[in-house]
């Protein structure tokens, strides 16, 4: 029984522990079903069932294999790219805003991308390096996005992979 009590209150440690320093920072989940885009931007592509997977440059495994849960909302507009995550409420959160070129603001200058103050990651990526891997000798298609070098947020990013079934239409602006 203790330590079934121990593995409790250690759980409520972090959970309130989160809830202090989200409420200090600032930071609050976003959704991809209320998100605000720009005047004038558009979208140009978009997939509810891709799943996103995070390459690192340093500690990855010889042979990856994803786990197709499509459980991603991809959506790329003419100024970014918003990647959501299901929730156990169904909703999109969003974790990551990808930015071609350029982020409108200094928060991809920052090591954490912005997680801890808005509640989603900031990453710059490079706007003419997009392979396709959507051809016949891989088993799950996939696009993969490269972040640009000299961004904080993207030391230890090596590429971003989308895997979707809808890949061929993929495009940014």
Not at 51 to 68: F, N, W, Y
Request: hydrophobic share 40%; with cysteine; aromatic share 8%.
């Amino acid at each position: 029984m203790t330590p079934l009590l121990l593995l409790v209150a250690a759980c409520s440690a972090i959970a309130i522990a989160g809830w202090i320093i989200s409420k200090v920072t600032g930071s609050h989940a976003w959704y991809l079903e209320d998100w605000q885009f720009n005047d004038g931007e558009t979208t140009l592509w978009r997939d509810d069932a891709a799943d996103v997977s995070v390459i690192p440059k340093l500690g990855q495994a010889v042979v990856m294999t994803p786990v197709r849960l499509h459980r991603s909302a991809v959506v790329v507009t003419s100024e970014r790219i918003v990647i959501g995550k299901k929730t156990l409420t169904g909703k999109q959160m969003v974790e990551y805003v990808l930015y071609p070129g350029e982020a409108p603001d200094s928060e991809s200058k920052r090591i954490d991308g912005g997680l801890l103050t808005r509640g989603y990651s900031t990453l710059v990526i490079q706007r003419d390096v997009i392979r396709d891997h959507l051809g016949d000798e891989t088993r799950y298609p996939y696009v993969a996005l490269t972040p640009l070098e000299g961004e904080r947020s993207s030391v230890n990013v090596s590429e971003i992979r989308i895997y979707t079934d809808v890949g061929a239409s993929f495009r940014l602006a």
